[in-house]
């Protein structure tokens, strides 16, 4: 297939994503009771919605737009409430296509030909998968709107005038907005900086006139709506001045406190901004203002923080191996919620409340960009690839476009997906329930295999230890503290000190849990320690009321039913056969074997597990190891031609691979090294 028409391919293929997205959220729609969706909508323009009320708009705290969004939507209202439904979220995913496609064609060039034809499905599609389009979309806000009008004011309206319209009336929807003003003020667009102020006084002068209590309760006593809504300080606000008073601050300190911070994020982020405009990234430009103005507003919900995912098209590092961590870091942050991102762990929970406030403060104010002129803009620095030694079947790599690299991926981004990647394990894990029925009469069958190849041992053991306090000790010990830290442990070694291998290492411990993950769905199985009548004793969790449907806290944190495989031995047979591989000592191998050994004796001392399980758990690894050599490749490498012409130390350790010992690259004659293919 040649080039162009593998781009024509995956061009359709991002358009059938994008169908399949909208199709998705508009059956969302219809499956949420009437009572439950477009909540924020309702309390506005439904048939008991403010807007019908007669009296002030905020009379309530529902309303939280400026006076002016309430004397457009009056008018609405009435229509509306016909419309409330599958028509509001046609025209909202339609808005957000028009966004994605403005953006997408606003990138700073030069620009591709493969990158024009693909953007603007890829931009929808992030668009639509990110937190605050979801919000928007189940609140029934309008806060896409203002995005959009700065973004066809910027790129696509003819003339200054027409330009400073549309961003003087986002701006009337959304004041922090304004400060798109100085953006154009200080990039030359003079004129049309004047008639975005003037725009912007004119809505508001008019809904002074038109509804002069409303506007004082919100520009006064509520300064500029920051008393509106929920709490202030709840999570839901990601701005400076929510962040502030989640830390205690409050009073005259913390306003004090917020007004300098604010200011100075203001200096900063449009110095940046107005830079990266003068560059030829009006995008980014745009992005950073979006991100100053979310900082700084008195409150930004869920909703207004679409300018962050924007800052997606600024180019980091001068590395082509680092191109992807600032725009990988910023879709994750916008599209999973800080607690799949990090865990609920001690200083780390701080950065979990306020991830997507610290993702716009870096956008405006840290994050290094590249300019244009840089040499590393078109050019960075390329990265090393290793050529796989041949495999014993003719097709092996059955993905040749599967490259072999020889440096250590960006430790942050590793750290972000490995998180990111295991939190979707855990939530498909507990959402993989068959039923209580189900997984006792699928236990009921592995205990009758077992006993027909007579390996039911697991009442003897289990009995054994228990009437030993050292082994019950030892054995809960082990099975609660080594399931994470081993694997964790061999990964962060050979990410320091082996990273080709790290690489391979890590695609068949996820292709093996992505298997297990199967294993859930297809056959929920009780555990020993659940099963009602055999008589195992729970030394971890304690005795269970088997008599009542649920058992206790622990059913509503994971699914119990999630047995076979046995990831637990899964993982720990992992660890075994990749210290066995690459250690260089005898005795290291032999060390490496006994947790696997100690992790079954475990499972099954404790009651977890089936000996089956354990079996489970060896094939999904197995088939992880082997996966990964049928895709990729032998793990055995041969040395890069860059590298055969550079043999020297200093060009290795400029790869990042001066610490490769053999089995990672070869020694610079195309000959295969290594320790041998993995089975």
Wanted: with cysteine.
């Amino acid at each position: 297939m040649g080039a162009g028409n593998r781009v024509g391919a995956a061009r359709i293929a991002l358009w059938a994503v994008v169908a399949a997205l909208g199709a998705r959220q508009i059956a969302m729609v219809l499956r949420t009771p009437p009572g439950e969706r477009f909540t924020d909508l309702e309390t506005w323009i439904g048939p008991e919605g403010v807007l019908h009320v007669a009296g002030s708009l905020y009379d309530s705290d529902r309303f939280i737009g400026t006076p002016f969004a309430g004397l457009v939507l009056k008018p609405l209202a009435r229509s509306a409430e016909q419309s409330l439904g599958v028509a509001w979220t046609f025209g909202t995913l339609l808005l957000v296509a028009v966004l994605g496609m403005v953006a997408a064609r606003a990138l700073p060039g030069p620009v591709s030909r493969r990158t024009a034809l693909l953007a603007v499905p890829v931009a929808i599609s992030l668009l639509m998968l990110s937190l605050p389009v979801r919000n928007t979309l189940h609140l029934g806000q309008t806060s896409v709107i203002p995005v959009l009008f700065v973004l066809l004011g910027c790129f696509r309206a003819r003339g200054e005038r027409s330009s400073g319209v549309l961003i003087g009336i986002a701006a009337a929807l959304q004041p922090t907005v304004l400060l798109f003003a100085p953006l154009l003020w200080l990039t030359g667009r003079r004129r049309a900086a004047l008639t975005t102020g003037a725009t912007f006084a004119a809505c508001s002068a008019l809904a002074w006139a038109a509804l002069p209590q409303d506007s004082w309760t919100y520009w006064v006593h509520h300064v500029a709506g920051a008393g509106l809504g929920a709490r202030p300080d709840s999570l839901a606000n990601q701005s400076l001045h929510g962040a502030l008073l989640r830390f205690g601050l409050e009073g005259p300190l913390e306003i004090a406190l917020f007004l300098l911070l604010g200011a100075a994020v203001v200096v900063l982020g449009l110095r940046r901004a107005v830079r990266y405009a003068r560059d030829g990234q009006l995008l980014l430009a745009v992005a950073v203002t979006g991100c100053v103005a979310v900082a700084v507003s008195p409150t930004a919900w869920q909703h207004q923080l679409l300018w962050v995912l924007l800052a997606v098209v600024g180019r980091v590092g001068k590395r082509a191996s680092d191109r992807l961590v600032w725009p990988a870091a910023v879709v994750l942050v916008m599209t999973l919620p800080g607690t799949m991102l990090l865990p609920n762990v001690g200083p780390l929970v701080l950065v979990r409340d306020n991830v997507l406030l610290l993702a716009a403060l870096a956008a405006a104010c840290a994050v290094p960009f590249l300019s244009r002129t840089s040499p590393y803009w078109l050019q960075p620095v390329p990265t090393d690839y290793a050529r796989p030694v041949a495999g014993r079947w003719r097709r092996v790599p059955l993905l040749p476009f599967w490259r072999r690299v020889l440096t250590r991926p960006n430790l942050l981004l590793e750290l972000l997906l490995i998180r990111a990647g295991y939190s979707a394990y855990s939530q498909v894990r507990t959402a993989a329930t068959g039923g209580r029925a189900a997984a006792e009469e699928n236990a009921r069958q592995v205990v009758s295999v077992e006993r027909f190849l007579h390996i039911d041992v697991e009442h003897w053991i289990n009995h054994a230890v228990v009437r030993s306090d050292g082994l019950e000790a030892f054995f809960d010990f082990y099975y609660s503290s080594f399931h994470f830290v081993v694997p964790l442990a061999i990964l962060g070694v050979l990410y320091a000190r082996r990273p080709a291998d790290y690489r391979w290492a890590r695609s068949s411990l996820g292709f093996a849990t992505v298997l297990a993950l199967a294993g859930f769905w297809l056959y929920p199985l009780a555990p020993p320690r659940l099963m009602p009548g055999l008589g195992y004793i729970d030394t971890i969790h304690g005795p269970q009321d088997l008599g009542s449907p649920e058992y206790g806290a622990l059913t509503a944190l994971t699914n119990q039913y999630a047995a076979m495989p046995s990831l637990h031995f899964g993982w720990s047979l992992w660890c075994g056969l990749v210290v066995v591989l690459l250690a260089p000592k005898l005795w290291m191998k032999l060390l490496g074997l006994l947790h696997p050994f100690f992790t079954v004796c475990a499972i099954v001392a404790t009651a977890n597990h089936w000996v089956l399980d354990a079996a489970g758990g060896a094939v999904v690894v197995v088939a992880g190891f082997g996966l990964t050599y049928v895709l990729a490749g032998p793990r055995r490498l041969l040395q890069p031609p860059s590298a055969e012409r550079e043999p020297s130390a200093s060009s290795a350790a400029g790869r990042g691979g001066a610490d490769l010992p053999a089995g990672s690259a070869g020694s610079g004659s195309g000959t295969p090294s290594g320790s041998g293919t993995p089975k």
